[in-house]
C-alpha cells in the first residue's frame, strides 16, 4: 500500500497546453508538498499546505497553481506549459509541519515538447 | 542566502572500500540537517536528523556526523545495494522552515 502516490508518473505534452498532477497520501500527515527536481538534480520546494492550508509558496510562476481539497490530497496544475517546465515532480507529505523528515512519491516526470 | 554543498559530486568505490560523503552548508541558524537516499526513478528516502554540532547517528553501515559547518556521511564496507543518490538537506529555525537541498553525490558501489 503506497503511502504518497502520484499520477500520472510520466506526461509528455506540448508547449501551450495545461496538465494536472494529483497526489494522496495514507499516511494521516498534516503537511504536503511539491519540490521540482531539474536536470542537475537540485530539490526545490514549490509548495507547501498544512491542513488545507498554504503556508509555502516560493517564487514560482502563476501558471502552478496547486489545490488541496484536503489534508490527503494536493494537486498541481500548470498552465500554458513551458520547456523549462520540464523536470521530475515530488509530492511529499511530512507529520506535522517544520519537521524535516518527509516521505516523497515517486515523482512525475514531465516532458514539454 | 542559505547554501548547501555536496562533494564529491560521483564516487565510485569497490565493495568493501569505505568512504566518506561532504555535505557543507551557510544558514543563518541551523534547526536541523537531514540525509537522504535517492535511487534512480524513486523519490528521495529519509536516513537521519542531525541537531547539533557533535551529534551522530548511525544505521547499518551509514553513520553521520554533524560540525558547525559541515556534515559526513560516512559508509563503512560498502555494499553494491548502497549504491544511490545520497541528499543533504537544511532546515532554519525561523519562518516556514522549509528544507534546502544540496545537489547530491552519487555513489556506485561495484561488487
Known amino acids: 500500500d503506497t503511502a504518497v502516490s502520484q499520477t500520472p508518473k510520466y506526461l509528455v505534452t506540448q508547449m501551450g497546453n495545461d496538465k494536472s498532477i494529483k497526489c494522496e497520501q495514507n499516511l494521516g500527515h498534516d503537511t504536503m508538498y511539491w519540490y521540482k527536481q531539474d536536470s542537475k538534480k537540485f530539490l526545490k520546494i514549490m509548495f507547501s499546505?498544512?491542513?488545507?492550508?498554504?503556508?509555502i509558496n516560493e517564487t514560482v510562476p502563476n501558471r502552478f497553481s496547486p489545490k488541496s481539497p484536503d489534508k490527503a490530497h494536493l494537486n498541481l496544475h500548470i498552465n500554458s506549459l513551458e520547456l523549462g517546465d520540464s523536470a521530475v515532480y515530488f509530492c511529499?507529505?511530512?507529520?506535522?509541519?517544520?519537521?524535516?523528515?518527509?516521505?516523497f512519491g515517486e515523482g512525475s516526470r514531465l516532458t514539454v515538447l | 542566502e542559505d547554501q548547501v554543498t555536496q562533494s564529491p559530486e560521483a564516487l565510485r568505490l569497490q565493495e568493501g572500500e569505505s568512504s566518506s560523503l561532504n555535505c557543507s552548508y551557510t544558514v543563518s541558524g541551523l534547526r536541523g540537517l537531514f540525509w537522504y537516499r535517492q535511487d534512480p526513478g524513486k523519490g528521495p528516502e529519509f536516513l537521519f536528523t542531525?541537531?547539533?554540532a557533535g551529534e551522530e547517528k548511525e544505521k547499518e553501515r551509514l553513520k553521520a556526523t554533524l560540525t558547525k559547518k559541515e556534515s559526513f556521511l560516512h559508509i563503512t564496507a560498502p555494499k553494491p545495494e548502497d549504491s544511490a543518490t545520497y541528499l543533504c538537506?537544511?532546515?532554519?529555525?525561523?519562518?516556514?522552515?522549509?528544507?534546502?537541498f544540496g545537489q547530491g553525490t552519487r555513489l556506485t558501489i561495484n561488487p
Open positions: 511529499a507529505s511530512s507529520r506535522k509541519q517544520g519537521t524535516g523528515e518527509l516521505f
Open positions: 542531525l541537531y547539533s
Open positions: 499546505y498544512n491542513n488545507k492550508e498554504l503556508i
Open positions: 538537506a537544511v532546515q532554519r529555525p525561523q519562518g516556514a522552515q522549509k528544507l534546502v
